[in-house]
């Protein structure tokens, strides 16, 4: 469908490229009051923090913040995108540094936990919301989850291509799979305090065992 | 029993079941402490005498159900049959089955897990240790009839089984999936986890 054209979105890059001092301005507004957010869902929650809070936390009025942004939904999905960004940047980063596909797989696992270390209570309140019918669909579909999901089944791919696993290795489900460990190791890491050696050494053994039966030979 | 005793137990059982009534139909958010209490027929400050919250509420109501899906189990445990896999099969789908008897209520549980305002005694989601406990004797006796290799590292299977048990509930979530779909999506998990703890023989070494 080469008619169609591939960059309709410009409208957020337009605003970076020409930089009056009125886009300046809003941008500065946004970056306050996304900062004041993750500050207050850290500390209250998704449910526990109100616009009202996030508008007073940044020094503005709630009409300002809502000038900005649409809903508390839409500056938490702002939240999410950057940090989930930033997060695939870290896991391609650990990716590099891995020999194998266990060794690398351990690094996407580290890099996740790693990075979340500091920033714990978001990710409680990001598990919270996912579970909610709506707003947990709209987290899934954000692009760089998607990525982060397609990280590991490229590894999967590449492991099968280098001949660590067999052909028959059903990237798919293994991929599905090791991402469930993946995300239910933060229930260690959030409530039980997990240091992250803790964490690596558990997922070290999880990608064992279920890579164990797509061993060659 | 004293009367008042009783009289208390009755009012808790009656905000119970309101409670779950509640959660399920109109969904744990949108249900209020005061639309409980008028539902139960007591007044809000007899709820606050007995429940600390609305999530203490919720965790109470899925601690009664819990009791009753493993009072179920345990009954049915000791007549599984056929290899490892299969009783691994049958347990999960014994909780998909019974779990999405009320899926909203059951996800509103998961959802509490992560809330602020949990207490100390409410037991949530994925910290109830009763499944990890039934999984772990079906894969020790797996390995006493032989069909699981003794240098498995259990435990750790069973977290693997576990977390895949847990966030198969994605698709109760966010598509609706019934307790035979994810069943079915967990049959292949098991099989899979499977294919990594049996014993190695002669044919296929």
Known sequence: MKHVSSNIEVTGEAQVRVPTRRALAKQQTRAKVLAAARRLFSESGYEGATIRDIAAEAGMSTGAVFANFTDKSDLFREIMVADMEALVDAMRDGVARGRGVDDTLLKLFVAGYAFYKSRLPLARAAFGISWMPEQGQELRDLAPVQILQELFTEQLNLGVERGELSQEAEVKLRSQMLFDCYLANFQEAIFGGWSLEALQAKSKDQIRVILAGARRG | ?205
């Open chain 2, 1 to 205: 029993m004293s009367v008042r005793k009783s009289q208390k137990e009755a009012t808790r059982q009656r905000v119970l079941d309101a409670a779950r009534e509640l959660f399920e139909t109109k969904g744990f958010d949108a249900t209020t402490v005061r639309e409980i209490a008028s539902m139960a027929a007591v007044s809000v400050g007899s709820v606050f005498t007995t429940f600390s919250s609305k999530s203490d509420i919720l965790s109470q109501v899925m601690a009664d159900r819990l009791d009753a899906l493993y009072a179920e189990l345990d009954r049915l445990v000791p007549h599984l049959r056929g290899s490892t896999p299969d009783r691994l099969r049958s347990i999960f789908a014994i909780h998909y089955a019974f779990e999405t008897r009320r899926t909203r209520l059951f996800l509103a549980h998961i959802a509490a897990a992560y809330n602020w305002t949990l207490t100390p005694s409410s037991r949530p989601y994925g910290r109830n240790q009763r499944l990890r406990l039934v999984i772990r004797d079906c894969l020790t006796e797996g390995v006493t009839r032989g069909d699981v290799d003794p240098a498995t590292d259990l435990e750790i299977v069973v977290d693997a089984l576990m977390a895949s048990y847990a966030w198969t509930y994605r698709l109760a979530a966010w598509e609706d999936a019934d307790a035979e779909t994810m069943s079915k999506v967990m049959d292949r998990h098991i099989g899979l986890i499977a294919s990594g703890f049996r014993p190695p023989t002669p044919a296929n070494q």
